[in-house]
């Protein structure tokens, strides 16, 4: 088994190191930036790297096929990328294509269909090609190779790899700019911030209200089964065992229980941030900042403080008179942290400290 892991400006995708893993260690990342995307991969052993420009679904396709011809099984994570490079592939190598997988190994995979609710066994009679989906499998230590061997990947492109495609022109759209994720729009598997709304938020009002405060944190909007079930969200949006797997660098949950169902979904997220009136729900004992208060009221505050701030410049502080004003930190694009606590008097309380959720606003590097 072999995984094949595109990298952009040497990022690496959504659940590189999980395929990496469920290669056994042996990688191809192919894009632009692959040494550093190799310093960054966790678990692999062999890492080949192909530093082969912008993405080229196509010509990458028709390159790599021959060289991976020699593996069983190549497996890609699900990530964007990975999903509009693996049908290529698969096609290139006249192979089937195995989606939205859970698991692989040499003798089939297994598929996680209708919502996640069935697992399918795919049982292999020929060389396949599969996606796994981020977020399922996760790595242990076990994971991790004792030792690493990167080298560059011995390819000959037919045309020299003349960036416009040479011998396989004609197989990619041109890329004429690429714009930076409109978190509204992402997709949210992908998503570093994430605005959630559940139960606690009443009415399609409240929701808008979220995804008006969202776009201002430069955040996502996300749900549990209760939004998109009512329509307040669509399906898409939901976060869960039978929704979206989601990883992000902040979460805040407004009006949210956090049933099992629901945090199945939220893998290792960096800060939790959670308002809601019962101070004991499992969504509160999770959070690293836990705010007992009114959910719509606290997201009313957040938009007066932020209505006149355009998106992704920062909110104005709101320190009531006689109040310490915050400690310095590092810059940060917004400051939930001081105006959640005090700003607007939601009647909220803090029970842990919000630092994290500040800094983790302001962070750089959130992966693609
Ligand atoms: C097979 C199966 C699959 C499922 N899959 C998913 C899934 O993928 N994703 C998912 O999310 N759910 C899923 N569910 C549903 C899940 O079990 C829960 O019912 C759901 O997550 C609860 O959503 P909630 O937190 O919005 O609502 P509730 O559990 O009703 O919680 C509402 C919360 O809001 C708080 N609240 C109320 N009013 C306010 C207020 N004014 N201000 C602040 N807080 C307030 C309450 O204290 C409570 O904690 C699934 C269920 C089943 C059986």
């Known amino acids: 088994m072999i995984a094949v892991l595109v990298v952009q400006g040497g990022t690496l995708p959504a659940g590189a190191d999980e395929a990496a893993a469920e290669a056994g260690g042996q990688v191809v990342l192919v894009g632009d930036g692959t040494g550093a995307a190799a310093d960054a991969l966790r678990c692999g052993a062999e890492v080949a790297c192909w530093e082969a420009g912008a993405f080229a679904p196509g010509r990458w396709a028709a390159t790599l096929a021959p060289v991976l011809d020699a593996h069983d099984v190549v497996v890609l994570p699900a990530s964007p990328d990975g999903r509009d490079l693996a049908p290529r592939l698969a096609a290139a190598m006249g192979r089937p294509l195995v989606t939205g997988t859970v698991r692989v190994d040499p003798a089939g995979a297994v598929a996680a269909t209708h919502g996640g609710r069935v697992h399918e066994r795919y049982v292999a009679r020929e060389p396949f090609v599969a996606t796994l989906e981020p977020g399922c499998r996760g790595v242990g230590v076990a994971d991790l190779p004792a030792e690493r061997h990167v080298s560059p990947l011995d390819i000959e492109e037919p045309d020299g790899g003349e960036p416009d495609g040479g011998g396989h022109a004609g197989l990619d759209a041109e890329i004429l700019a690429v714009t930076p994720p409109d978190p509204a729009a992402m997709d949210l598997a992908e998503s570093p911030r994430i605005f959630a709304g559940g139960a606690g938020l009443g009415d399609a009002d409240d929701f808008a209200l979220l995804d008006r405060v969202a776009e201002v944190f430069g955040a996502s909007v996300g749900g549990t089964r209760v939004a998109t079930d009512s329509g307040l969200l669509p399906h898409s949006r939901q976060i869960g065992t039978t929704g979206v797997t989601v990883r992000p660098r902040l979460y805040v949950a407004f009006g949210i229980s956090g049933a099992v169902q629901h945090t199945g979904g939220l893998h290792d997220p960096g800060h939790v941030v ?53 400690r310095a930190t590092a810059p940060r694009a917004t400051a939930p942290r001081d105006e959640l606590a005090s700003g607007g008097d939601p009647g909220a309380s803090s029970s842990a400290d919000a630092g994290a959720a500040g800094s983790a606003a302001g962070g750089t590097g959130e992966g693609r």
């Open 274 to 326: 959670s308002v809601n009136l019962d101070a004991s729900c499992p969504m509160m004992a999770m959070a690293d900042l836990a705010l007992v208060a009114d959910a719509p009221a606290v997201l009313r505050a957040l938009a007066e403080i932020v209505a006149t701030t355009p998106p992704g410049a920062t909110p104005p502080r709101a320190t009531p008179p006689g109040a310490t004003p915050p």
